[in-house]
């Protein structure tokens, strides 16, 4: 089956500083969508991007899919971006998610 | 508001009950899913429905019950085969499958005693 696998698995920053984390995917998918999972364990959609560029913010993404990677880029951090970041792939012709690992963000204030 | 609905927050289980999550949307969405997450880790697919009175099962299905009833409604019953059944179960759900934005409720913390 498809593989994700989010790097880097810890990471943390200091407020103000920029960070970029990256979902890469080990085969086709028709969908990739980047979650901020917030420390009372609920997932927040940041994008739903299975190509190209977005921002929202502070917050982008851009999606390679014929290289099989996302990145999630968030600048100018804040304490409220600390929590766990989730990519999940959509496997084409099914209704099944496949997530990655996470990221675990801490931003210090 | 629209949105997605679980409950209880907190459920505590003694071994061997079987216990039931509810799981509700007013989102209109045809497909619904139950997720498992341990500490720590990922979120791991139980079962998933997309359409009323089908559902199909996911990676860890072994030890789980759902059913589809109503369009708006995804129950999941816990039932006493499932060997470590202590995790957060999140529910989920989307208007078209994987060409859509998956939306999560606020999960469901189970312990078992």
């Known amino acids: 089956g498809i593989q994700v696998e989010q790097s880097p698995p810890d990471l943390i920053l200091q407020e103000g500083a920029n960070s970029t984390l990256r979902c890469n995917f080990s085969?086709?998918?028709?969908?990739l969508q980047w979650f901020h999972q917030n420390p009372w364990g609920q997932l927040i959609n940041l994008f739903y991007?299975?190509?190209g560029t977005k921002q929202n913010g502070r917050l982008s993404a851009t999606t390679v899919a014929t290289e099989r990677y996302s990145l999630l880029y968030i600048s100018s951090s804040q304490t409220t971006d600390s929590g766990v970041y989730f990519c999940a792939v959509g496997i084409a012709g099914t209704y099944k998610y496949i997530f990655g690992t996470g990221t675990r963000l801490k931003v210090l204030a | 508001d629209g949105g997605i609905t679980q409950s209880p927050k907190y459920l505590f289980r003694k071994e061997g009950q079987n216990v039931t999550l509810s799981c509700e949307q007013n989102?209109?969405?045809?497909?619904m899913y139950w997720y498992r997450q341990d500490p720590g880790q990922g979120l791991r697919l139980i079962y998933y429905s997309q359409i009323v009175n089908d559902f199909q099962k996911g990676d860890i299905a072994e030890g789980y019950s759902v059913s589809r009833e109503k369009k708006e409604s995804f129950p999941l019953t816990v039932t006493s085969a499932q060997k470590n059944p202590t995790a957060f179960y999140l529910c989920?759900?989307?208007?078209?499958?994987?060409?859509?934005?998956?939306?999560f409720g606020p999960g469901t913390r189970l312990t078992v005693l």
């Open positions: 989920a759900s989307n208007g078209r499958g994987t060409a859509d934005t998956q939306y």
């Open positions: 989102l209109n969405h045809d497909a």
């Open positions: 991007i299975p190509s």
């Open positions: 085969d086709s998918v028709n969908n």
